[in-house]
Protein backbone atom coordinates (compact mmCIF):
# COMPACT_ATOMS: atom_id res chain seq x y z
CA UNK A 1 0.00 0.00 0.00
CA UNK A 2 1.66 3.13 -0.99
CA UNK A 3 1.25 6.28 1.55
CA UNK A 4 1.65 9.52 -0.63
CA UNK A 5 3.08 11.96 2.25
CA UNK A 6 0.92 15.68 2.42
CA UNK A 7 2.15 18.95 2.90
CA UNK A 8 1.66 22.61 2.50
CA UNK A 9 3.98 25.02 0.31
CA UNK A 10 7.13 25.95 1.78
CA UNK A 11 8.24 29.40 2.57
CA UNK A 12 10.68 29.11 -0.24
CA UNK A 13 7.88 28.23 -2.17
CA UNK A 14 6.58 30.63 -1.81
CA UNK A 15 8.21 33.40 -2.61
CA UNK A 16 9.43 31.85 -5.70
CA UNK A 17 5.69 31.69 -6.72
CA UNK A 18 5.49 35.19 -6.06
CA UNK A 19 8.94 36.60 -7.86
CA UNK A 20 7.45 34.47 -10.94
CA UNK A 21 4.11 36.09 -10.17
CA UNK A 22 5.47 39.54 -9.93
CA UNK A 23 8.08 39.07 -13.19
CA UNK A 24 4.52 38.18 -15.07
CA UNK A 25 2.66 40.83 -14.33
CA UNK A 26 5.62 43.11 -15.18
CA UNK A 27 5.98 41.51 -18.39
CA UNK A 28 2.50 41.51 -19.15
CA UNK A 29 2.15 45.07 -18.51
CA UNK A 30 3.85 46.79 -21.73
CA UNK A 31 1.66 44.53 -23.63
CA UNK A 32 -1.52 45.26 -21.76
CA UNK A 33 -1.21 48.93 -22.68
CA UNK A 34 -0.33 48.39 -26.63
CA UNK A 35 -3.44 46.40 -26.52
CA UNK A 36 -5.66 49.17 -24.99
CA UNK A 37 -4.10 52.26 -26.61
CA UNK A 38 -4.62 50.45 -30.14
CA UNK A 39 -8.38 50.14 -28.64
CA UNK A 40 -8.80 53.64 -27.39
CA UNK A 41 -11.10 55.66 -29.14
CA UNK A 42 -9.10 58.78 -31.22
CA UNK A 43 -11.64 61.75 -30.02
CA UNK A 44 -11.02 60.39 -26.35
CA UNK A 45 -7.20 59.34 -26.56
CA UNK A 46 -5.24 61.98 -24.42
CA UNK A 47 -1.09 61.80 -24.98
CA UNK A 48 0.93 60.51 -22.07
CA UNK A 49 -1.83 58.85 -20.11
CA UNK A 50 -1.54 55.44 -19.37
CA UNK A 51 -4.35 52.83 -20.65
CA UNK A 52 -4.99 50.05 -18.54
CA UNK A 53 -8.62 49.84 -19.97
CA UNK A 54 -9.70 52.09 -22.96
CA UNK A 55 -11.92 55.08 -21.47
CA UNK A 56 -13.91 53.87 -24.84
CA UNK A 57 -13.55 51.01 -27.29
CA UNK A 58 -12.94 51.92 -30.94
CA UNK A 59 -11.56 50.17 -33.70
CA UNK A 60 -10.39 53.32 -35.74
CA UNK A 61 -6.96 52.75 -35.66
CA UNK A 62 -7.11 49.17 -37.04
CA UNK A 63 -9.60 50.10 -39.45
CA UNK A 64 -7.37 52.79 -40.34
CA UNK A 65 -3.86 51.26 -40.74
CA UNK A 66 -5.75 48.41 -42.88
CA UNK A 67 -6.70 50.79 -45.20
CA UNK A 68 -3.05 52.26 -45.84
CA UNK A 69 -0.73 50.79 -48.73
CA UNK A 70 2.12 50.90 -46.89
CA UNK A 71 1.49 48.47 -44.33
CA UNK A 72 -1.04 46.01 -46.68
CA UNK A 73 2.36 45.65 -49.12
CA UNK A 74 4.51 45.07 -46.31
CA UNK A 75 1.92 42.42 -44.98
CA UNK A 76 1.68 40.98 -48.44
CA UNK A 77 6.05 41.00 -48.38
CA UNK A 78 6.12 39.22 -45.12
CA UNK A 79 3.51 36.62 -45.77
CA UNK A 80 5.34 36.16 -49.73
CA UNK A 81 9.13 35.66 -47.96
CA UNK A 82 7.27 33.52 -45.00
CA UNK A 83 5.47 31.28 -47.36
CA UNK A 84 8.03 30.52 -49.46
CA UNK A 85 10.93 30.98 -47.49
CA UNK A 86 9.90 28.66 -44.95
CA UNK A 87 9.00 25.61 -47.95
CA UNK A 88 12.36 26.43 -49.40
CA UNK A 89 13.97 25.81 -45.83
CA UNK A 90 12.48 22.70 -45.26
CA UNK A 91 12.86 20.89 -48.68
CA UNK A 92 16.77 22.31 -48.35
CA UNK A 93 17.44 20.88 -44.79
CA UNK A 94 16.15 17.85 -45.38
CA UNK A 95 17.02 16.40 -48.40
CA UNK A 96 20.62 17.71 -47.46
CA UNK A 97 21.01 16.44 -43.79
CA UNK A 98 19.25 12.66 -45.41
CA UNK A 99 22.27 12.89 -47.98
CA UNK A 100 24.54 13.61 -45.37
CA UNK A 101 23.62 10.59 -43.33
CA UNK A 102 25.05 8.47 -45.87
CA UNK A 103 28.22 7.46 -45.39
CA UNK A 104 28.26 6.11 -49.06
CA UNK A 105 28.07 9.46 -50.39
CA UNK A 106 30.53 11.54 -52.24
CA UNK A 107 32.43 14.51 -50.84
CA UNK A 108 30.44 13.64 -47.67
CA UNK A 109 33.06 14.45 -45.44
CA UNK A 110 34.00 17.49 -46.96
CA UNK A 111 30.49 19.04 -47.03
CA UNK A 112 29.73 18.16 -43.30
CA UNK A 113 33.06 19.90 -42.19
CA UNK A 114 31.54 22.87 -44.58
CA UNK A 115 28.46 22.45 -42.34
CA UNK A 116 30.38 22.44 -39.20
CA UNK A 117 32.99 25.19 -39.76
CA UNK A 118 29.96 27.62 -40.16
CA UNK A 119 29.13 27.35 -36.71
CA UNK A 120 32.34 28.32 -35.55
CA UNK A 121 33.01 31.30 -38.45
CA UNK A 122 30.94 33.56 -39.74
CA UNK A 123 32.14 35.65 -42.96
CA UNK A 124 30.18 39.14 -41.41
CA UNK A 125 27.51 41.33 -42.76
CA UNK A 126 30.00 43.21 -45.29
CA UNK A 127 31.01 39.81 -47.31
CA UNK A 128 27.39 38.25 -46.94
CA UNK A 129 25.90 42.19 -48.52
CA UNK A 130 28.87 41.88 -51.50
CA UNK A 131 27.66 38.12 -51.93
CA UNK A 132 23.99 39.24 -52.21
CA UNK A 133 24.89 42.76 -54.35
CA UNK A 134 26.89 40.09 -56.72
CA UNK A 135 24.27 37.79 -56.93
CA UNK A 136 21.90 40.68 -58.54
CA UNK A 137 19.52 40.51 -55.56
CA UNK A 138 19.74 43.82 -54.00
CA UNK A 139 15.85 45.23 -53.34
CA UNK A 140 14.36 42.06 -54.22
CA UNK A 141 12.85 39.16 -52.04
CA UNK A 142 14.84 36.35 -52.80
CA UNK A 143 17.57 38.24 -50.92
CA UNK A 144 15.97 37.19 -48.05
CA UNK A 145 15.45 33.88 -49.00
CA UNK A 146 18.36 32.52 -51.02
CA UNK A 147 21.04 33.09 -48.67
CA UNK A 148 19.39 31.29 -46.10
CA UNK A 149 17.77 28.48 -47.67
CA UNK A 150 19.53 26.12 -44.43
CA UNK A 151 21.45 26.95 -41.39
CA UNK A 152 24.08 24.26 -39.97
CA UNK A 153 22.22 24.28 -36.61
CA UNK A 154 18.90 22.84 -38.75
CA UNK A 155 21.07 20.51 -40.69
CA UNK A 156 22.77 19.03 -37.68
CA UNK A 157 19.82 18.27 -35.62
CA UNK A 158 17.50 16.91 -38.61
CA UNK A 159 20.09 15.19 -40.01
CA UNK A 160 20.62 13.28 -35.89
CA UNK A 161 17.09 12.73 -36.04
CA UNK A 162 17.03 10.69 -39.77
CA UNK A 163 20.23 8.78 -37.94
CA UNK A 164 17.68 7.56 -35.14
CA UNK A 165 15.54 5.82 -37.78
CA UNK A 166 16.06 2.53 -37.79
CA UNK A 167 18.08 1.43 -41.20
CA UNK A 168 16.10 -1.85 -41.62
CA UNK A 169 12.81 0.22 -42.38
CA UNK A 170 14.97 1.53 -45.24
CA UNK A 171 16.39 -1.92 -46.45
CA UNK A 172 12.88 -3.50 -46.03
CA UNK A 173 11.93 -0.56 -48.74
CA UNK A 174 14.93 -1.08 -51.35
CA UNK A 175 14.05 -5.14 -51.21
CA UNK A 176 10.53 -4.15 -52.33
CA UNK A 177 11.73 -2.07 -55.27
CA UNK A 178 11.96 1.04 -53.82
CA UNK A 179 15.18 3.72 -55.07
CA UNK A 180 16.62 6.17 -52.82
CA UNK A 181 14.39 8.92 -53.25
CA UNK A 182 11.39 6.62 -52.72
CA UNK A 183 12.86 5.17 -49.34
CA UNK A 184 13.41 8.96 -48.49
CA UNK A 185 10.27 10.37 -49.95
CA UNK A 186 7.64 7.00 -48.54
CA UNK A 187 10.07 6.33 -45.43
CA UNK A 188 11.83 9.07 -44.03
CA UNK A 189 9.55 11.72 -45.40
CA UNK A 190 6.80 10.48 -42.94
CA UNK A 191 8.68 9.20 -39.99
CA UNK A 192 10.61 12.34 -39.73
CA UNK A 193 6.33 14.44 -39.71
CA UNK A 194 7.81 15.44 -35.84
CA UNK A 195 10.52 17.83 -37.46
CA UNK A 196 9.23 19.07 -40.02
CA UNK A 197 5.82 20.23 -37.91
CA UNK A 198 8.84 21.94 -35.45
CA UNK A 199 11.02 22.85 -38.13
CA UNK A 200 8.11 24.50 -40.16
CA UNK A 201 7.64 26.82 -37.05
CA UNK A 202 11.48 27.62 -36.49
CA UNK A 203 11.45 28.67 -39.99
CA UNK A 204 8.03 30.64 -40.56
CA UNK A 205 8.95 32.59 -37.34
CA UNK A 206 12.24 33.68 -38.41
CA UNK A 207 10.69 34.68 -41.95
CA UNK A 208 8.33 36.56 -40.27
CA UNK A 209 9.91 38.62 -37.63
CA UNK A 210 12.84 39.27 -40.44
CA UNK A 211 14.01 42.57 -39.46
CA UNK A 212 17.92 43.09 -39.73
CA UNK A 213 18.34 41.50 -43.46
CA UNK A 214 15.38 43.24 -44.85
CA UNK A 215 16.61 46.97 -43.45
CA UNK A 216 20.25 46.18 -45.39
CA UNK A 217 19.06 44.56 -48.69
CA UNK A 218 15.63 46.19 -49.57
CA UNK A 219 15.59 49.98 -49.67
CA UNK A 220 11.93 49.74 -51.63
CA UNK A 221 9.68 51.11 -49.07
CA UNK A 222 7.09 49.38 -51.21
CA UNK A 223 8.66 46.08 -50.42
CA UNK A 224 9.04 46.75 -46.45
CA UNK A 225 8.81 43.39 -44.32
CA UNK A 226 6.31 44.68 -41.58
CA UNK A 227 9.22 44.85 -38.57
CA UNK A 228 10.50 47.01 -40.88
CA UNK A 229 7.52 48.95 -41.15
CA UNK A 230 7.48 49.05 -37.29
CA UNK A 231 10.85 49.81 -36.69
CA UNK A 232 9.92 53.47 -39.14
CA UNK A 233 7.05 53.94 -37.10
CA UNK A 234 7.89 53.15 -33.65
CA UNK A 235 11.75 54.27 -33.06
CA UNK A 236 12.08 56.84 -35.54
CA UNK A 237 8.70 58.28 -34.96
CA UNK A 238 7.60 58.91 -38.67
CA UNK A 239 4.32 57.93 -39.89
CA UNK A 240 4.78 59.27 -43.54
CA UNK A 241 2.00 57.63 -45.00
CA UNK A 242 0.47 55.65 -42.39
CA UNK A 243 0.05 58.29 -39.25
CA UNK A 244 -2.20 60.19 -38.54
CA UNK A 245 -4.75 61.37 -40.61
CA UNK A 246 -8.80 62.69 -41.17
CA UNK A 247 -11.12 60.15 -41.14
CA UNK A 248 -14.68 60.13 -42.66
CA UNK A 249 -15.92 61.81 -39.51
CA UNK A 250 -13.16 64.99 -39.42
CA UNK A 251 -11.64 63.01 -36.32
CA UNK A 252 -7.76 62.59 -36.44
CA UNK A 253 -6.42 59.06 -35.81
CA UNK A 254 -3.66 59.82 -33.30
CA UNK A 255 -0.45 58.47 -34.53
CA UNK A 256 0.21 56.88 -31.39
CA UNK A 257 -2.62 54.85 -31.58
CA UNK A 258 -2.09 53.60 -35.06
CA UNK A 259 1.42 52.66 -33.76
CA UNK A 260 0.16 50.35 -31.70
CA UNK A 261 -2.31 48.82 -33.81
CA UNK A 262 0.26 48.18 -36.29
CA UNK A 263 2.03 46.15 -33.42
CA UNK A 264 -0.63 44.18 -32.45
CA UNK A 265 -1.48 43.47 -36.02
CA UNK A 266 2.13 42.08 -36.46
CA UNK A 267 2.01 40.17 -33.66
CA UNK A 268 -1.26 38.59 -34.02
CA UNK A 269 -0.53 35.70 -36.56
CA UNK A 270 1.85 34.61 -34.89
CA UNK A 271 0.22 34.64 -31.38
CA UNK A 272 -3.32 32.98 -32.88
CA UNK A 273 -1.01 29.91 -33.95
CA UNK A 274 2.22 29.85 -31.26
CA UNK A 275 0.10 28.82 -28.20
CA UNK A 276 -2.03 25.84 -30.35
CA UNK A 277 1.34 24.42 -32.01
CA UNK A 278 3.65 25.33 -28.72
CA UNK A 279 4.18 21.42 -28.04
CA UNK A 280 6.49 20.86 -31.30
CA UNK A 281 8.84 24.07 -30.44
CA UNK A 282 9.00 21.75 -27.27
CA UNK A 283 9.69 18.80 -29.34
CA UNK A 284 12.04 20.64 -31.71
CA UNK A 285 14.25 21.62 -28.69
CA UNK A 286 15.12 17.95 -28.05
CA UNK A 287 14.96 16.46 -31.89
CA UNK A 288 18.30 14.20 -32.21
CA UNK A 289 19.34 15.05 -28.82
CA UNK A 290 18.47 10.94 -28.23
CA UNK A 291 18.99 8.06 -30.43
CA UNK A 292 17.20 4.93 -30.35
Known amino acids: MS ?23 VSLFPFLYIVSLSLTDPATYTPLKFYFVPDRFSLASFRYILSTDSFINSLKSTAFVTLVGTVLNIIVTFTMAYGLTKKWVLGRNFFLGSVLVTLFFNAGVIPHYLLVKEMGLLNSYWSLIWPSLTNAWSLIVVKSFMESIHPELEEAAKIDGCSDIGVFLRIVIPLSMPAIAAFTLFFAVQHWNTYFNALIYISDTKKWMLQVLIKQLVMENDASGVGATSSSDEVLVPKETVKMAAIILAMFPILVVYPFLQKYFAKGVMLGSVKG
Not at 4 to 19: E, F, I, P, R, T
Request: hydrophobic share 45%; no cysteine.
Open 3 to 25: YVHKKGLSAGDWLNYSLLGLISL
